[in-house]
């Protein structure tokens, strides 16, 4: 999607974003809390952290 159909529909997420803070949970955004590449990549799509992104990814199952 273009950045302005974007904004459009999830102006506060975006907002967030463009501060560098998750879309998601609002938290700063650490890069140093990424897991491996594929954590960054998704970070650079998205924007979400790893915190939301594992929450999302699987369903808010932990590890255990």
């Known amino acids: 999607m273009n950045?302005?159909?974007?904004?459009?529909?999830?102006?506060?997420e975006m907002e967030r974003r463009d501060n560098n803070q998750c879309p998601f949970c609002g938290e700063?955004?650490?890069?140093?809390d990424f897991?491996?590449?594929?954590s960054?990549?998704?970070f650079?799509?998205?924007?979400?952290c790893q915190k939301c992104q594992d929450d999302?990814?699987?369903g808010g199952l932990d590890d255990d």
């Open 56 to 58: 999302f990814f699987t």
């Open 28 to 32: 700063k955004i650490n890069m140093d």
């Open 40 to 42: 960054k990549r998704e």
């Open 44 to 48: 650079e799509i998205s924007g979400i």
């Open 3 to 12: 950045d302005e159909l974007m904004r459009a529909l999830f102006p506060k």
């Open 35 to 38: 897991k491996d590449d594929l």
